[in-house]
């Protein structure tokens, strides 16, 4: 809680214009030079929220995603679950939709997404791994070619408010309001869940033995997991690796129980994504980079060393 | 939008950005319409002008305003002096905070290049967007006369549209009647690219008695095969590309004898900043293709 | 007294179409320890899972204690029926005190978390199972038979009245044979219902009062063990001729080539 208090600080003093900690802090209040609070208030707090809303979400999202497949190399955008919003809410673009009506579409994107993956590789038990591997990645590789398609069809016009699906990016980002709207209340219906998730993680089986309806709580996660990855995805398009690294390195440090994993996943999630995309927007300022470049750069090898340490 | 409230924008970013001591809120507005047929309206000539894209930064220029630009974009390498002014990223995803830092009171967006979120945002601080979208000859010397009128420098912008206008029309005067030749023009070699009939580069090679072999391609710019550049057999092959050097872009086509253009070597290189840039040194460019198809006709 | 009832009942095997004549009828009291025999591939576990309402079965009726459990709600049957599997699915990383803990899930509302007292009772069991130690490992670092303990240990700390086991003996040494069966058998002393599935019928000879034989081709019969297991029922059973002795006054069996 303190260490995410602390990044989204830290985010919001850092920038391509130096501003003294004092001068940021005015801001926040309303007082100071107007370009200050134009610079704070404007650009720099909307984008600190939503890069962590989005780090939340899609944190929150593998945690779930993971407890649904029992393995820990669930992520939605490994799984091509970012990538089946992407391609939904470039279609959006392409018709011409915006708003909620975008991202109902890129939920819907998600959702059917996530049916093709656990369709296909879900009720297989242990030696189902591989196969969820091998369905994730081909999916999400049928949706890069989708994508391209769309940009190759695309009329210029449109073009550059689509390229970011390519690798999520926040420096389009300006309506954070809807993924905080969305994660928010997802963390409070999880805190009572918890103890349910801790069960099902244990398997179907062993779930239903302890008392728990798994049929109707494995539905809802997945709609659950679905919804969080399409806000996140419209908030910022497919940042990737979020949803593998956080809950694994929370599960190092906490332990497995989910009524930890899950809130500490959205703080965490959101301290990482703010981090990388602070990295991003200064590292070779005035080039911006898309986050998407920092998170895949720690979650390529985190992804490889699960899947190296063989324990799955 | 209504031009009133367009003003009252346009106040508000005055006085964000600090500017609200200037007492002169009673003159008269500047308006002009933009490439995108939107009224754009400032209150003052425009002292400190971001320009989101190397082609506007160009245009800026030339309409005698470079003094008051305050930001460009990476690869605004021309005028030179262009290249000593802050950049603000590049033009795919802008780092508004600098943006903003400089305090532009104009910004010159690239409505096919820079971020649509991007631009909204500038717009929703209230600060007036100008789109630089050429698609015609008459469009660049509008252009310059808007960007002066908004930068106070008409006069020198008026010199400057003119001397185009008249260069464009002195070519289309000599190749009116002038024999036609099938040209293909090749945008970028890996993969191979073209543009239709559409792009200004097409009306240059129409300028000066070209036939662009594919002016009827659906799209803007089509990848092509080296197939479908061999059935349509132009009879001149002219590359542009990124640098100023790509010669062997040209000997791959010497490979087909049985292609018009390797026959006759019709194999011409135009330097891609003259042409690929909707600019001012687009009239440069336009004189030099010109005397390539001329060459061409002096073959047959 | 608990009493788990079965009228009429045929457990849904896959890929086999219930024959009628192979119902069952009858009731699992309180203190009684039932084994279920058995070849491989009869449905041994299958009725195990059905009893546990995990599984719809073909035909017939299960009530607890005069309810069916069909309307029970799941929470309130967990409290009430526990089932240890065979096969255990730990799939997902978790410390053995975790996985013991699990077992009081029944027994908490959404909001609570695990109280002193819960904590206790997962100790205990873990004492009782010579598991102490290895409370914090992670569960998929021990063997097999230190996995078949903390599945025990986690039905202990479940604390149902009706304990449905699946080859407890599997994968365990000698010694904890004996200390997990002794451990059912104290259950069963406590007034449970314990009902368990055996590969080795002298397991069910030395410690069940009951058994339940199921054949693959003829109607199962169930009654005391004493008067059950012989000869003539176990032959059949197993399609294996078999010798008897005996020992401390129960029988022993052993396959004859």
Redesign the interface.
């Known amino acids: 809680m303190c260490v995410s208090m602390l990044s989204v600080v830290f985010a919001i003093t850092q920038g391509s214009v130096n501003l003294s900690p004092y001068a940021v802090w005015q801001a926040l209040l309303g007082q100071g030079s107007g370009l200050n609070q134009t610079l704070v208030l404007e650009l720099r707090l909307p984008r600190v929220m939503a890069a962590f809303a989005t780090g939340g979400l899609l944190a929150v999202a593998g945690a779930l995603m993971q407890i649904l497949l029992r393995n820990p190399l669930a992520d939605p955008y490994v799984l091509g679950i970012s990538g089946g919003a992407s391609v939904a809410a470039l279609a959006a673009i392409l018709l011409g939709i915006s708003g909620f009506l975008m991202s109902g579409m890129a939920f819907l994107g998600a959702v059917l997404s996530t049916l093709l993956v656990f369709g296909l590789s879900a009720r297989l038990g242990n030696t189902a791994t591989m196969r969820l591997l091998l369905t994730g990645v081909v999916i999400a590789a049928g949706w890069g070619a989708l994508i391209t398609l769309m940009l190759a069809l695309a009329p210029p016009h449109k073009i550059p408010g689509m390229l970011y699906w390519l690798m999520g990016d926040l420096s389009y980002a300006s309506t954070p309001w809807l993924a905080w709207l969305v994660l928010v209340p997802t963390c409070l219906i999880l805190m009572p869940l918890g103890r349910s998730l801790n069960v099902l993680a244990r398997g179907p089986l062993q779930a239903a033995a302890l008392g728990v309806n798994v049929k109707s709580l494995e539905r809802f996660v997945f709609l659950l997991a679905s919804l969080l990855t399409a806000i996140a995805v419209t908030t910022a398009g497919s940042v990737g690796f979020v949803g593998l690294v956080i809950p694994h390195m929370l599960r190092m440090v906490l332990g497995n129980d989910q009524r930890l994993i899950l809130p500490a996943s959205a703080l965490a999630g959101g301290c990482l994504v703010t981090l990388a995309d602070t990295l991003a927007r200064t590292v070779i300022a005035p080039e911006q980079l898309p986050v998407g470049v920092i998170t895949a750069l720690l979650g390529v090898p985190t992804f490889l060393y699960l899947l190296q340490r063989g324990r799955l | 939008m209504a031009n009133p409230m367009r003003s009252l924008l346009s106040i508000s970013a005055l006085l964000l950005s600090g500017w609200a001591f200037v007492s002169n809120a009673l003159a008269d507005p500047i308006c002009v319409v933009d490439d995108r047929g939107r009224d754009v309206c400032i209150d003052h000539a425009a002292m400190r002008i971001a320009a989101l894209s190397p082609g506007a930064t160009e245009l800026i220029y030339a309409a005698g305003a470079g003094d008051n630009v305050v930001a460009v974009v990476s690869y605004s390498d021309y005028p030179e002096a262009a290249k000593s002014v802050t950049s603000v990223g590049s033009h795919t995803r802008l780092d508004l905070e600098r943006l903003i830092s400089l305090q532009p009171d104009l910004i010159l967006a690239w409505g096919t290049g820079n971020p649509t979120e991007q631009i909204e945002t500038l717009e929703r601080l209230g600060l007036p967007v100008y789109y630089v979208e050429p698609h015609e000859f008459e469009d660049i010397a509008r252009n310059i006369d808007n960007l002066g009128a908004l930068a106070g420098t008409s006069q020198r912008a008026k010199e400057e549209a003119k001397r185009f206008r008249t260069g464009i029309d002195v070519l289309h005067e000599r190749y009116k009647q002038a024999p036609r030749v099938k040209t293909f023009y090749q945008v970028w070699d890996e993969p191979l690219m073209t543009m239709n009939g559409s792009h200004y580069i097409s009306k240059v090679v129409d300028l000066c008695g070209g036939d662009n072999v594919f002016a009827d391609s659906p799209r803007l710019i089509p990848r092509l095969s080296q197939e479908a550049v061999l059935l349509k057999n132009p009879e001149a092959i002219i590359a542009g590309g990124m640098g100023e050097r790509n010669a062997n872009w040209l000997e791959k086509w010497r490979v087909f004898a049985d292609l018009l253009a390797t026959q006759k070597d019709n194999l011409f290189f135009v330097p891609p900043s003259l042409i690929q840039r909707p600019t001012p040194r687009l009239l440069e460019g336009a004189q030099i293709l010109c005397e390539k198809l001329d060459i061409a006709r002096a073959r047959r | 007294m608990t009493k788990l009832k079965l009228t009429q009942l045929l457990a849904a095997i896959p890929n086999k179409s219930p024959q009628p004549t192979h119902a069952l009828s009858l009731t699992f009291q309180a203190g009684q320890m039932w084994g279920i025999l058995g070849p491989n591939g009869v449905g041994k576990t299958t009725l195990l899972?059905t009893l546990?309402a995990?599984k719809a079965p073909a035909l017939g009726t299960i009530e607890l204690n005069d309810q069916p459990i069909t309307e029970l709600?799941?929470?309130?049957?967990?409290?009430q029926i526990?089932?240890m599997?065979q096969e255990h699915?730990?799939?997902?990383?978790?410390?053995v005190l975790?996985?013991v803990l699990?077992?009081r899930?029944?027994h908490?509302s959404?909001?609570e978390?695990e109280s002193e007292q819960d904590l206790a009772l997962a100790h205990a069991a873990l004492e009782r199972l010579d598991l102490a130690e290895f409370a914090q490992r992670a569960l998929?670092s021990l063997s097999g038979g230190e996995r078949q303990r903390a599945a025990l240990a986690a039905l202990t700390a479940?604390a149902p009245d009706v304990w449905l086991v699946d080859e407890p003996t599997n994968h365990l040494d000698l010694h904890y044979q004996v200390a997990v069966m002794g451990l059912l058998a104290e259950q069963a002393s406590m007034e449970k219902v314990v009902v368990m599935s055996l590969h080795d019928v002298n397991v069910a000879a030395q410690w069940c009062s009951h058994v339940l034989l199921l054949y693959p081709d003829r109607p199962p019969i169930w009654g005391k063990a004493a008067s059950l297991l012989t000869q003539q029922n176990l032959e059949p059973l197993y399609r294996q001729k078999l010798a008897m002795t005996e020992l401390n006054g129960k029988p022993l069996f052993v396959p004859i080539a």
Do not use: V
């Open positions: 899972h546990a995990l709600h799941r929470l309130r049957l967990a409290q526990g089932i599997f699915q730990d799939g997902f990383p978790a410390s975790e996985t699990l077992g899930f029944p908490l959404p909001w978390m998929n479940q």
